[in-house]
């Protein structure tokens, strides 16, 4: 384990070799050099039990896996104590030297101490030795006048006291010169302290800095410190994959493009995460995307079986439906290139011979003009009962539009008939020509019905005119 410094005082960043993907560990801080091995506590003292601190996942300054601490960590600490530090939940236990990390400075005696220098500290006193079953135990020895007694080993607790001393005698083991100066120093610091406190109990008036430094009293509140952007916690590379792959498939479903979801966006989680934390989620909307494109798949179809048994001016009011849904689908470019092949066959078409024959044969007895007509309905056939029909007759030609189905479960559409009357007034109509969408009656003066037959229908819709509203061709 290697400690680096986290990017302003009393954060620091411990970078693991071990491969983790864990956005966050709970950490406990052995230290190997103070108290025999204790534990870092929540508020600074050692501990024989472990506690665990949170680290958040950063990146590592040079390579490896890094996790962040803060003060609660940083700030009670000695540079260059030998440290473990273990996860429980991820199986980890490493070991490491202290160092490259600037504790953040608050008031107490807790931040001094973070300062000093460390080498390995005396031992704790060990339990005493079990005694035999026939030794009589000694009476322990009273202590001198005006003294405490003793503490038993095991009633020995590690305060701020024990971690002063024991960081004084690592000082002086690491530089026996540097003793005497630190001793003049702290009695230099006593005596200023002394006068100090003299002046204020004086009546004197100390400034809010030394009365924080001194006094510990009258201290601003402290800053909240921000996290440097190049230490922020990175996210989880299988989160990141996933979030991808849900935006593509928002794209892709608002482009009308779900044939191509499974492999644009889900596909490349697959091979990178098979067992990722997302996998489900995301198997939902490929399944979902899946459905899309099976309902356009047999739209298409339903489309071109239409067209074919219509004629060549019936086959665009096949593909309504399917152009109205999946105008950006995967069939789109063949419904388009059907439509056009069938505008070019429309455009082709001659008259038929029982039209011209309708013509030769002499006037209609209805003349020409603009009527209104109803239409019935056929629960069977799926159609609703229509008014308001407009039928054009001139020149022995009529026509109307009416909605109907081209074939079982479409959607009605809007339909052109036209057709021929002879002289006695019988019609002949067709839309566009196509054997199954015809209509045959009569219309004279007193006869005004025409039947009208659908693919599918069992039933003919009878198209009654009821009443004239102009007289003479439409656009004459």
Not at 46 to 56: K, L, Q, S, T
Not at 199 to 228: E, F, H, N, Q, W
Not at 435 to 464: D, F, H, K, W
Request: charged share 25%; hydrophobic share 35%.
């Amino acid at each position: 384990m290697r400690v680096f410094e986290g990017g302003q005082p009393g954060y620091a960043i411990l970078v693991f070799d071990r491969e983790m993907e864990s956005p966050s560990l709970s950490l406990a801080v052995r230290s190997m050099q103070v108290a025999q091995g204790a534990y870092l506590g929540p508020s600074g003292a050692f501990e024989r039990e472990p506690h665990y601190f949170n680290a958040v996942r950063v990146a590592a300054p040079k390579g490896g896996f890094g996790y962040q601490v803060g003060p609660d960590v940083v700030n009670h600490l000695m540079e260059d104590d030998q440290i473990e530090v273990s996860a429980e939940d991820v199986g980890l236990v490493e070991t490491g030297y202290w160092a490259n990390a600037t504790p953040l400075m608050t008031s107490g005696r807790a931040a001094t101490l973070t300062l000093l220098a460390g080498a390995r500290s005396p031992p704790l006193v060990s339990q005493p030795a079990a005694r035999g079953a026939d030794e009589t135990p000694k009476p322990e020895p009273k202590p001198p006048t005006g003294q405490a007694a003793p503490q038993k080993a095991d009633e020995i607790k590690i305060d701020d006291q024990t971690l002063e001393r024991e960081a004084e005698a690592k000082a002086e083991q690491k530089d026996g010169r540097e003793a005497a100066p630190r001793e003049r120093w702290r009695w230099y610091a006593a005596g200023g302290l002394a006068l100090i406190l003299a002046a204020a109990a004086g009546g004197l008036t100390l400034s809010r800095d030394l009365r924080c430094s001194i006094l510990v009293r009258d201290c601003p509140p402290p800053a909240i410190p921000k996290l440097d952007p190049a230490h922020q916690p990175v996210e989880p590379e299988d989160k990141e994959a996933a979030r991808q792959a849900q935006e593509c498939d928002s794209s892709e479903t608002a482009a009308g493009l779900v044939c191509d979801e499974d492999m644009a966006c889900f596909e490349p989680y697959r091979r990178r995460f098979p067992q990722g934390p997302a996998r489900a989620e995301l198997e939902g909307l490929a399944n979902k995307a899946a459905a899309a494109c099976a309902a356009e798949s047999q739209a298409f179809l339903r489309a071109r079986q239409c067209a074919a048994a219509a004629a060549a001016c019936v086959a665009p009011t096949c593909y309504v439906d399917y152009t109205q849904k999946f105008a950006n689908g995967v069939h789109a470019q063949q419904a388009r290139d059907d439509l056009n092949q069938a505008r070019i066959r429309c455009e082709n078409l001659t008259p038929s011979p029982d039209s011209d024959h309708l013509r030769r044969s002499g006037p209609p007895p209805l003349k020409d003009g603009e009527y209104l007509a109803i239409a019935s309905e056929s629960a069977a056939c799926g159609m609703t009962r229509q008014r308001a029909i407009h039928v054009s007759v001139c020149s022995g030609r009529i026509r109307w539009v009416h909605e109907g189905r081209l074939s079982a479960g479409m959607p009605p559409v809007t339909m052109q008939w036209e057709g021929a009357m002879d002289g006695a007034g019988t019609v002949v109509a067709s839309v566009g020509g196509n054997a199954q969408l015809v209509a045959n009656g009569r219309v004279t003066e007193t006869e005004r019905a025409i039947q009208m037959q659908y693919p599918g229908c069992g039933e003919a819709i009878s198209l009654t005119i009821t009443r004239e509203l102009s007289s003479g061709c439409a656009g004459r």
